[in-house]
């Protein structure tokens, strides 16, 4: 339990020092709400179902902290542990490397409910979003997307061949999956052709999820995120496990 | 004495490719035991096996009774290694890097303790991406010997070192064997072998040519190179004709 607290708090520390984990995480959702908050303001509006455009953004901008945490955080700094021959030294010790591996999943699972805690926090101070959906359905919504992203992302960096290739993967499946999901941009706005080929894409069903559930609407609407959050995670969960543990990551 | 390394035939493989073949040696407590020969020999081959970190295709091994590969994590209470190109996270210091690995272990060595004698007290709070090739070295030493080893490993240790800071280390190696721990070191440098075996071992090919003293390698030498062999002759001058004998 000490390895794994002391490997935690060294890996907390970690993403706190470099300048992409927390900016993208914390900071820059921040300064979407404040930007876009203070063009649209949170009214209700026909053009968001009679919701607020915070009420509809804050959720996307948590699929968003989840993108960034689960497909740009986490699969970079495996991979970077991977080429550089890190998790072998670990190896190398009483405890493994799965304790450094379990560690640096935490703090990413940490991170990101951090940064979504924070994006409500400042949604309920600065516009008054309130949480109209049921707690624990939240919660569970989150726990599934954090789930596939994670998954995703773990599944990007076990199939890389270097750190390099995971970099080009993960940034672009990312960039791609942050303006076409409805993470950033709106789906109303989005053309038809957009909308079908956001269907493909594991984040847009988070944010319909998420957003589905943060407005307190039934859970049995969103029947087809749930199956394609769950199939994604048990899928690429179970096909990145075997790939971690055939190929050993020795270097 | 005691063997704290025991290898028997010993087979690694990549793919179709033999790396190491029927290998057998023994380190014995409390010496300091080389494995040289050039690369591609299966050096570090070898000791990634005898590590635990290679699945060997035959042969058996044992550290100090335990099978490294079956064993590992008990194994690595017991013994320290440093790991050839291994590199740690650019943003971590080197007092975090010692606090985090010192956590791996139930008693481990006082780590400030270590980082005095190693000359890197006044290091603790640079980060380990800006430390000296010859300070990462020492580095490496210092979180080897944290589980308080009853063996060491180190491959290529002074790989890429200057001579001031070699010396260092070597000097800093003959004094851990004096406090009773045995050591396998690789190394490609024939004056740190000559300054620090006990025994070596010389791999070609993936096989071992000789196993024993300095001393005994200058009189298989004398044997196996027949008229080449000259009095006076360097440990690299034999090395190299060895390797040579090999080669053409």
Excluded at chain 1, 158 to 169: F, P, Q
Aim: proline letters at 3%; one cysteine or more.
């Amino acid at each position: 339990m000490k390895a794994f607290y002391t490997s935690v708090k060294m890996e907390a520390k970690l993403f706190m020092r470099g300048f992409f984990g927390p900016f993208f995480a914390f900071i820059f959702p921040l300064m979407m709400l404040v930007l876009f908050g203070s063009i649209y303001g949170n009214e209700p509006s026909a053009f968001f179902g009679g919701h607020g455009a915070m009420d509809v953004s804050i959720p996307a901008y948590a699929a968003m902290v989840i993108g960034v945490c689960g497909l740009m955080s986490l699969p970079l700094s495996i991979s970077e542990y991977r080429d550089r021959k890190i998790y072998k030294r670990f190896d190398a010790t009483p405890v493994g490397k799965e304790r450094v591996l379990w560690a640096q999943l935490f703090v990413n699972i940490v991170a990101s409910i951090v940064g979504i805690m924070l994006l409500f926090l400042f949604g309920a101070i600065l516009y008054k979003v309130k949480l109209a959906g049921n707690m624990a359905a939240v919660f569970l919504a989150v726990i599934l997307s954090m789930a596939a992203i994670f998954s995703l992302g773990f599944f990007l960096a076990s199939v890389a061949r270097d750190a390099k290739v995971t970099n080009i993967l993960c940034y672009s499946l990312y960039f791609i999956m942050l303006f076409t999901s409805g993470a950033t941009i709106p789906k109303a706005l989005f053309s038809d052709s957009i909308v079908r080929f956001s269907k493909v894409l594991p984040l847009t069903y988070v944010v319909e999820l998420l957003q589905g559930t943060v407005a307190g609407e039934a859970v049995s609407g969103y029947w087809l995120s749930i199956v394609v959050l769950s199939g994604v995670s048990i899928v690429l969960g179970a096909v990145s496990f075997a790939i971690y543990k055939r190929k050993r990551w020795e270097g | 004495m005691e063997n704290v390394i025991a290898v028997k035939g010993l087979k690694v493989c990549y793919g179709d490719f033999i790396a190491v073949e029927d290998l057998s040696f023994e380190v014995r407590t409390g010496e300091i035991f080389v494995i040289i020969g050039p690369n591609g020999s299966g050096k570090s081959s070898a000791v990634e096996s005898i590590e635990g970190l290679r699945k060997c295709a035959a042969g058996d091994i044992r550290v100090l009774g335990l099978s490294p590969y079956e064993q590992r994590n008990e194994m690595y209470r017991h013994i320290g290694v440093q790991l050839q190109e291994v590199q740690y996270p650019d943003k971590m210091k080197v007092k975090e890097l010692c606090a985090l690995f010192a956590s791996f272990y139930e008693a481990p060595a006082d780590w400030q303790s270590l980082l005095q004698q190693l000359g890197l007290r006044r290091k603790g709070s640079s980060y380990v991406s800006k430390l000296s090739g010859g300070e990462k070295q020492r580095l490496s030493i210092l979180l080897a010997l944290l589980p308080g080893p009853e063996v060491l490993i180190l491959d290529e240790l002074t790989t890429g070192l200057d001579p001031e800071a070699r010396r260092m280390l070597w000097n800093h190696l003959k004094e851990v064997r004096a406090s009773g721990v045995s050591i396998l070191l690789v190394s490609h440098y024939m004056e740190e072998v000559a300054y620090l075996a006990d025994r070596l071992l010389f791999m070609r090919g993936g096989k071992a040519i000789f196993t024993g003293s300095v001393d005994q390698l200058h009189e298989y030498a004398q044997v196996e190179l027949r008229g080449q062999y000259q009095d006076g002759m360097s440990l690299e001058d034999i090395y190299l004709l060895l390797v040579a004998e090999c080669v053409y």
